[in-house]
């Protein structure tokens, strides 16, 4: 069964402190992975889509990266806006379009 | 287009009752999904469509749990018989590229069954 879990559940950090988050995944042949922000009360909000090992995208203070068992998430500098839910998700090749998300890692940067 | 909208924002509705949500996706995506999301939990698929079609359904979806898109436009979601295990936010989102899934999420029908 396709499976994705994030570490660590939370994380706080100093303003400026860079860090990473991790996603694991099991799937049948991956069709994509995918970064979303999440703040509270609010739909996620897309980020990254990453399609195979190797492959790496940035935007801002984000970098996503992919391994065949894992991505992460480094987080360069932080600033008290990057605070959120930031979630990972995969489709698999043999499940349509089906999508799994983790269950998130809760980001608080302090200033 | 501003985007995939979502309505109600929030309905409360007693045990046993029937409810009904709507989303209006992104005009030009063919794709549309449905999650449900929990207090600490990312979003758990339900379904989705692919134009009008619905392509997959969550084996965790009870009978009571119904989606529609009409015309592979607006998607309705139907929870009949409502339960307090149900209280959650629905969450709606669409796609559309060419190899290329990025969902766009609307922002979420919130229920609380009493």
């Known amino acids: 069964e396709d499976q994705v879990t994030q570490s660590p559940e939370a994380l706080r950090l100093q303003e400026g402190e860079s860090s990473s988050l991790n996603c694991s995944y099991t799937v049948s042949g991956l069709r994509g992975l995918f970064w979303y922000r999440q703040d509270p009360g609010k739909g996620p909000e897309f980020l990254f889509t990453l399609y195979s090992a190797g492959e790496e995208k940035e935007k801002e203070r984000l970098k996503a990266t992919l391994t065949k068992k894992e991505s992460f998430l480094h987080i360069t500098a932080p600033k008290p806006e990057d605070s959120a839910t930031y979630l990972c998700a995969v489709q698999a090749l043999t499940g349509g379009f089906k999508t799994i998300f983790g269950a998130g890692t809760r980001l608080f940067v302090k200033a | 287009d501003t985007g995939v909208s979502q309505d109600p924002r929030h309905k409360i509705t007693k045990r046993g009752q029937n409810v009904t949500f709507r989303c209006d996706p992104i005009s030009e995506h063919n794709r549309l999904y449905w999650y449900r999301q929990t207090l600490g939990q990312g979003p758990e698929f339900l379904t989705y469509f692919q134009n009008e079609a619905q392509l997959e359904k969550s084996r965790l979806l009870s009978d009571r749990f119904s989606a529609e898109r009409p015309k592979g436009s607006f998607s309705t979601l139907e929870i009949q018989r409502t339960e307090q295990g149900d209280s959650a936010m629905y969450l709606c989102?669409?796609?559309?590229?060419?190899?290329?899934?990025?969902?766009?999420f609307g922002p979420g029908t919130r229920l609380t069954v009493t």
């Open positions: 989102a669409s796609s559309g590229g060419q190899g290329s899934d990025e969902q766009y």
